[in-house]
């Protein structure tokens, strides 16, 4: 018997999600790492980076909601 993996969240450059009483922005996903923003109500944070993995978890486990899918197009 296989057991599935659950699935994962997809990342994108851009995305806003909202957590319980912080937002995190995904800046920059790479291969392996993401480069992302976590705050609360200040918006000009350092720039943290983590494993795609361990970027995921910290939104499954705070049961994250997407508010932004990507950045809008500059004309």
Avoid: C
């Avoid at 944070?45 to 500059?74: C, E, F, M, W, Y």
């Amino acid at each position: 018997m296989k057991l599935k993996k659950p699935a994962s969240i997809p990342l994108a450059k851009g995305q806003l999600w909202k957590m319980e009483d912080r937002h995190l922005e995904i800046v920059e996903v790479g291969k392996t790492l993401t480069h992302y923003r976590l705050f609360q109500t200040q918006k000009r944070v350092p720039v943290s980076l983590s494993g795609i993995a361990s970027v995921q978890a910290i939104l499954k486990d705070n049961h994250a909601k997407l508010i932004r899918k990507t950045l809008p197009l500059k004309a």
